[in-house]
T-cell receptor
Framework: GQNIDQPTEMTATEGAIVQINCTYQTSGFNGLFWYQQHAGEAPTFLSYNVLDGLEEKGRFSSFLSRSKGYSYLLLKELQMKDSASYLCAVTDSNYQLIWGAGTKLIIKP | GAVVSQHPSRVICKSGTSVKIECRSLDFQATTMFWYRQFPKQSLMLMATSNEGSKATYEQGVEKDKFLINHASLTLSTLTVTSAHPEDSSFYIC?????????????FGEGSRLTVL
């Protein structure tokens, strides 16, 4: 079956760095997305990786290793507004988007 | 960036009534739109894929006669929850892509929270 694993919940301190991991087992691979979702709101796009390596975008970076079926989202200089759920999603060989359950990130002062 | 607008954001209805949710791409043409539902503390669940001018493709377990999807133009898709019941209460979200839906960014609507009494 198709499966995406990410931690259920993480806690970090304001100003610090946090890494949210995502591992996937899918029938084929055509890209990996990270989305941010605040409670009660729709997800917003953070990053898209289709090749191995690190993509940096401001305070957020996303890494992909296709051979390991692994990605991480790195958040630097954490702010209170970063408290949200972070969703990992993979496009499989049929271009079906498979969603992870999301990681709830709690930022403490 | 591209904008997708969803309306209404909140709706409360009586059991047995029908509710229509609109999803509009405001500044781009979306040949494909996706409809999701999300229960509290759970991830997004794809309900159906809507292609302009053709019938929607429903995911397994989603009743197409209950969740009517119409994608009449390149900028508008609608989801109608027919004969709604309390178990249909959920957060419904649409998304659209401005380019290839298989490789590009998905733009999400604001979501519609449906409460069926």
């Amino acid at each position: 079956g198709q499966n995406i694993d990410q931690p259920t919940e993480m806690t970090a301190t304001e100003g610090a760095i946090v890494q949210i991991n995502c591992t996937y087992q899918t029938s084929g691979f055509n890209g990996l997305f990270w989305y941010q979702q605040h409670a009660g709101e729709a997800p917003t796009f953070l990053s898209y990786n289709v090749l191995d390596g690190l993509e940096e975008k401001g305070r957020f970076s996303s890494f992909l290793s296709r051979s390991k079926g692994y990605s991480y989202l790195l958040l630097k200089e954490l702010q209170m507004k970063d408290s949200a759920s972070y969703l990992c999603a993979v496009t499989d060989s049929n271009y079906q988007l498979i969603w992870g359950a999301g990681t709830k990130l709690i930022i403490k002062p | 960036g591209a904008v997708v607008s969803q309306h209404p954001s909140r709706v409360i209805c009586k059991s047995g009534t029908s509710v229509k949710i609109e999803c509009r791409s405001l500044d781009f043409q979306a040949t494909t739109m996706f409809w999701y539902r999300q229960f509290p503390k759970q991830s997004l669940m794809l309900m159906a894929t809507s292609n302009e001018g053709s019938k929607a493709t429903y995911e397994q377990g989603v009743e197409k006669d209950k969740f009517l999807i119409n994608h009449a133009s390149l900028t508008l898709s609608t989801l109608t929850v027919t004969s709604a019941h309390p178990e249909d209460s959920s957060f419904y979200i649409c998304s659209a892509s401005s380019g290839d839906p298989n490789t590009g960014e998905l733009f999400f609507g604001e979501g519609s929270r449906l409460t069926v009494l």
